[in-house]
């Protein structure tokens, strides 16, 4: 049961798969260097482990409980979460101006990965407060940020994001809450926002709730709808924490999985609040805010993935059961040795270590765009972002499933802990946009717009890895005539649904989530790919470690990468009978 | 939240599917007809909408509770349960001799399926007194039967099978539970047995204990396990209940789902037990109980898969959310008129179906095999049972996730009752022999046992189905393509086996699991493009049931059987990558 940080897979994708030189080649990031960010990531697991892991399973048994607008967390997690600000964990991958450390976003999705393997309902508390971080940055005033960053890039105060309200979960065109001018150029809020994380907590001493809001003269839909900056304590013009602010919460949902994060609904009642950036623009600001989230979110798959995969190797170390079916044993031998669960064990390593190496890829672009104004790297990671999320999440819903397979009826048993795994992973296909709202995006904004160039130029570079793999050894040339096959595939589909969007929605955006694991499974196992390419040159490095990644990558090439079949046949041959379907009313 | 049973699909398949006219001409089954039986079903899927269906969510909610040697079961559960035995509902499948109703398997089948997706965790006391009486009939005495079977076809007592210990789960030769004769014949039963299935309660006024345990002088291993019957209550030679048997329960497990069923711990010291059949024969006449179990388990699938549908059908027509892709209105629409909705609805109804269709024709082989001897007929009907328990429990799975997706976040909490499905399906692939035993048992016994016989004698009949097709409309047509492409994958995967296992067993069981799923995966396919033959040739009965089975069975030939593609290239070309596998010590 105890947790390891996979380190080790990661400083090599950032070695070997990120682009490190051209990372540190950007200004804001000379002064880094890999042994220094191993050894911080060394440092941040190592802390992970020992104080945040431990607090998984019973944080899962205890639950968040309300009782009169109060939110108890389980026991130890305000300690922890105290011990976090104190060594500046949550102050990673901010900006220095802020008191951040700068991290490059490879790093910090590595640190991301490894806090929500340890205990992703703890973490989520971080990953909202870095979702209201990146909103601040980007639309902020110069006062607000002044007034709010440093306190939420320290983890001293934490923030959430308001978007749901019951009649308006993926539409938020339906959006109902109230913002009314006071005379002081604030906002009173009124309204009740659901499914909000860590949206009452006494962990820290002020939560920053980010609300989405309608102005009295806003437009209907979603080009009228503003974002509010809303304390749930009022903060002095000195930065002293000042009486409540309007805004309770009136109850937290019982839910399948991540018990131990409070999922509240909270009522504004005329709760004062400050105008973020533009009237009217809110939608916008909150899908940089989102993007960022998103991606966030596909790396809490990979983060559940590894941790169910770690539990699951173990105990398919230690359980003794049944003879071997080639007869290389009369007694009865650890189950790891059993044909079936070596294949269950290498699809959960090989879906792990692929989304893992995509996300890598993601972030590195996300870089390089950003600070160099890298317009092809920025197109190319914002059509990872539906990728990351939505196939690392769906494939963790996959690989925590076999993880309690791998256990047998234990896996069942909630006191092995697999189950939890199984039940925390599957709200990640649903929250900051269901797989199907990541379909959409990918299809429309990210294919279509620009006319399928992204995609086909993200082709050409897989092309290009295809011919450094046929110029390789055998096992080089084996998964490049998979990955040729599978971006065939992709390409494929990429034309047919930009020559079926215009004459037939239905039938592109019917084909969307196909589209979406066609896309993800297909980078993931092109990134796998090239770290065949990195392992076989740098074999000497660490033979055991440069074997198994080999291994993985031909795994995830022979019995992975062939379901890009599948959903191209469904992409294009799917839409007649999608259009004949009957229901009861 | 409300359940409906779904007669109509069922009647279609028992008349349209199982060849209802050779079952009625067997002697056993000349009383039945069409009619009779459908009110049969109609009155009992009335009787589980009523009174079973709505303990399932407060049954849940409360669980199964242990104190002091007993076990308390959800309020309404023990009324329910006297209601049923007073009804007569438990005897239906049951033979006449002894109080049954002894009707057709088919019908049977339909009738668990009913009860287990009205109430899975209530269901599963039936599920395990069914399987009492089938050992009892198989193997038990002339006395043995006398004096349990009325008792236990009313369900005035139920049963239980005792076979897991802590030590041995998949492996039943690592098991420890000694039987030490008695001066009067019977036998002192000593051990612990684990995950024992309504192993205490107090529904009934007794309990019928089937144990594995060994004899003093059994040879070692699986074939040194004999049977024994060790009642809760003794009974006396005039029936009535006695004294205390020596096995207590001492404790139930905390599951992931199926809260309501109590898994019991149980404890056997010097218990008094009747050897049932031969010594050393105990697992040969388990098996065959198993045969009849896990047959049952596959129907819990589709029960749970049927439950999850209707449930997510009702939530998409009412949740009003964004407007269509395709422009055709400018407010919010229910849901289910998104293409992705309709996609992951028709998955979820096609595969409900498919399996459904598959678990007919397997109970109606089982009826020709058991009431006619025909041999070719059992072959099939074996040949069936692992991939109606090992493909219809993993779909079971899959259609419950795709439940908690359409819901969104709704699904992820509890009160929607979605998620309780996603947690009670998951077992389904793991007891009675999880996914990767029932693969063991389709290759080892089902197909190598005799070269491949059985397995292309199913796919001589699915060509004569494709034949048809061929001979029919643009529909029937559209499916025999998709049909012919997945038959070939079988019979490519077949050829592999066979040839394979000799040389490399590791590489023919390692692809066993993939070998299971495109041989389900065809057979329900199969099975609905039967329907969709006779949905064409009856379409005037009910022009709208009609349309519906003719876009199910093309839905799952489009979407569904291309997955047999994958599987294949896994079978045939997955081995390499599996040996290569390396893992952290």
Chains 1, 2 share one sequence.
Not at 54 to 77: C, I, Q
Not at 121 to 127: I, Y
């Amino acid at each position: 049961m105890s947790f390891r940080a996979p380190v080790q897979d990661i400083a090599f994708n950032i070695q070997h798969l990120s682009g490190w030189s051209d990372l540190t080649a950007l200004p804001a990031y000379a002064d880094f260097d890999l042994d220094d960010v191993q050894a911080i990531l060394e440092e941040f697991g190592k802390f992970c482990s020992e104080e945040i892991a431990p607090l998984n399973k019973p944080g899962d048994e205890a639950g968040s409980h309300y009782a009169n607008g109060k939110v108890t967390l389980p026991d130890g997690f305000d300690t922890a979460y105290a011990k976090c600000v104190e060594m500046g964990w949550p102050s990673l991958p901010h900006p220095a101006e802020f008191g951040g450390q700068g991290l490059p976003r490879v790093v910090g999705a590595a640190a991301t990965e490894i806090l929500n393997a340890a205990n992703m309902s703890f973490a989520l508390c971080q990953l909202l407060t870095d979702g209201a971080v990146e909103a601040l940055l980007t639309a902020g005033s110069e006062q607000q940020k002044a007034t709010y960053l440093e306190k939420l890039v320290s983890g001293e105060w934490t923030g959430t994001m308001n978007l749901t309200e019951p009649q308006a979960g993926s539409d938020l065109a339906l959006l109902r809450t109230q913002a009314k001018p006071n005379d002081d150029g604030s906002y009173a809020i009124s309204g009740t926002k659901i499914f909000i994380t860590y949206g009452e907590h006494d962990m820290a001493e002020n939560t920053i709730h980010l609300v989405l809001a309608r102005l009295p003269d806003a437009p209907a839909g979603v080009k009228g709808i503003s974002l509010f900056l809303v304390p749930k304590f009022m903060v002095g013009s000195d930065g002293a924490i000042g009486a409540r602010n309007g805004v309770r919460c009136v109850s937290v949902e019982h839910k399948l999985g991540i018990k131990a994060s409070p999922t509240a609904v909270l009522e504004f009642n005329e709760a004062t609040g400050y105008l973020i950036g533009e009237a009217h623009a809110g939608l916008q600001y909150m899908f940089t805010m989102m993007n960022a989230a998103r991606f966030a979110v596909g790396v809490q798959g990979i983060a559940i993935s590894e941790r169910a995969y770690q539990q699951a190797l173990g105990y398919a170390q230690d359980r003794v059961q049944s003879r071997p079916v080639d007869g290389s044993a009369r007694e009865a031998v650890p189950i790891i040795q059993h044909p079936d669960v070596r294949r269950l064990l290498m699809r959960m390593k090989s879906l792990t270590e692929g989304t893992r190496a995509m996300a890598c890829q993601a972030a590195a672009w996300q870089d390089l765009g950003h600070h160099q104004g890298d317009k092809r790297a920025s197109a190319l990671s914002e059509f990872l972002t539906p990728l990351v999320k939505g196939y690392s999440t769906e494939m963790a819903v996959d690989v925590a499933s076999c993880g309690v397979q791998i256990h047998g009826g234990m896996g069942f048993i909630e006191e092995t802990g697999a189950a939890q795994h199984y039940r925390d992973a599957r709200i990640l296909p649903i929250y900051e946009g269901t797989t199907a709202i990541q379909a959409n995006d990918l299809v429309g904004r990210k294919t279509l717009r620009d006319g399928g160039e992204t995609a086909l130029a993200l082709a050409t570079q897989i092309a290009e890895t295809e011919a450094a793999l046929n110029a390789g050894s055998g096992e080089a040339r084996a998964v490049a005539a998979r990955l040729t096959a599978a971006r065939q595939t992709f390409e494929t589909a990429v034309t047919y649904l930009t020559e079926t969007a215009p004459k037939d929605p239905n039938a592109a955006y019917g084909a969307g989530v196909p589209f979406l694991m066609l896309a993800g499974n297909l980078v993931a196992g092109w990134q796998l790919a090239r770290a065949l390419l990195a392992a076989e040159a740098n074999r000497d490095q660490d033979p055991h470690f440069m074997a198994q990644k080999i291994a993985t990558a031909r795994f995830y090439a022979d019995h992975i990468l062939p379901e890009t079949q599948t959903q191209l046949t469904r992409i294009t041959d799917g839409a007649d009978s999608l259009a004949m379907a009957v229901f009861d009313a």
